[in-house]
């Protein structure tokens, strides 16, 4: 299948994005209920143009800090915000990202990556507490940042985002979810109904999302393929140095000799959240259209509600319960309880 799929656009992709994709012979259900999922979203709104213009280009980096570490070139973010200032060499500099961003071609400096080590928590030294991150280059955050940008806000116009993921999403917080979980409970409690919740937290999940699924994540919302391929590409291809406290290597390793890309989105990509987002929707939607998570009714008008999961970025909490049913029994709830971890976990893997 990853060869088959590709980059996210081969025949099979599109067959996908169609909806009219026959799975290799012992392709898993959970696959195929994905692949399901991945089919062109219906657009109210039309997907954003695939340019990059000297006034976006200009404003992205008056915004950004001079002081945010880069890729090993030396070329920094205080280049970037200093010829903002020439008219001249930001339209010069826009017109090369603009290249990159319709055609996907991604630039040489862009295919060199620091690895390093930073802190998860304060004072604590050992491996397991360390998070390794990648710094890139400028250009190619910039690219990553403004392919991100887009697409959030054209899949919030077109609402295509799954209701339950609440990460990186404007008007949404942690803290909510975490309420409407404390809510989920009350109304267990209040209506004597049983059910049940599991909390998952997808390991190193950054590191694990396959380039050809988030493609096609990406496409079904109509985000043009080029700009996508230029990110996973560079992603797949990159040389990595390892920068320590004697300095960084001269050494670096590569995929240069797999038959496979690296894979994944690099942890510091500023595209990384967003990935996820895109990348989550079609797994709660698999949960969804397999009638899994808490069916719920309104108090006064009884309106009935689905709602499959409490997920802020990978954390994501799967409630069962069904106010509908009041005979429902706990080996039932149980039952669907793990058929819903089940799927998640399909879907993930």
Not at 12 to 33: D, F, S, V, W
């Amino acid at each position: 299948l990853v060869t088959e799929l590709g980059k996210g656009d081969t025949p099979a992709c599109e067959q996908i994005l169609n909806g009219n994709y026959e799975a290799p012979e012992g392709t898993n259900i959970y696959t195929r209920e994905l692949f399901s999922e991945l089919r062109y979203a219906t657009l109210t709104y039309p997907p954003p143009e695939a340019r990059v213009t000297t006034e976006q280009f200009t404003d992205f980096w008056k915004k950004k800090r001079e002081d945010i570490s880069s890729g090993k070139s030396g070329i920094h973010y205080g280049h970037f915000k200093a010829l903002t200032q020439d008219p001249d060499l930001a339209d010069m500099e826009a017109t090369l990202a603009d290249i990159s961003y319709v055609t996907g071609y991604a630039l040489k400096d862009w295919l060199s990556g620091v690895n390093v080590m930073i802190h998860k928590k304060a004072g604590s030294d050992l491996v397991t507490k360390l998070r390794t991150i990648v710094l890139q280059e400028p250009g190619f955050t910039h690219h990553n940042a403004k392919l991100a940008r887009d697409t959030i806000l054209h899949a919030e116009k077109n609402n295509l985002v799954a209701p339950e993921q609440y990460g990186s999403r404007n008007g949404k917080r942690a803290v909510e979810h975490a309420v409407n979980k404390r809510l989920t409970y009350d109304i267990l409690r209040q209506t004597r109904l049983p059910g049940a919740m599991c909390s998952n937290d997808a390991k190193s999940c950054y590191d694990r999302i396959l380039h050809s699924v988030a493609t096609l994540a990406f496409r079904r919302l109509g985000i043009e393929v080029e700009s996508v391929k230029c990110m996973f590409s560079t992603i797949g291809e990159m040389e990595h140095h390892t920068r320590t406290a004697y300095g960084t290597s001269t050494r670096t390793y590569s995929a240069a000799s797999r038959l496979i890309p690296f894979q994944g989105v690099l942890q510091g990509n500023s595209a990384g959240p967003i990935i996820w987002v895109v990348f989550s929707t079609p797994l709660l939607n698999m949960l969804r259209t397999a009638g899994h998570g808490a069916h719920l009714l309104a108090a006064i008008s009884k309106a009935p509600k689905q709602f499959v999961g409490y997920a802020f970025f990978d954390d994501t909490d799967l409630p069962t319960l069904n106010m509908s049913d009041i005979r429902i029994t706990a080996a039932e709830v149980m039952e669907d309880m793990q058929e819903s971890i089940n799927r998640w976990e399909g879907g993930l893997k």
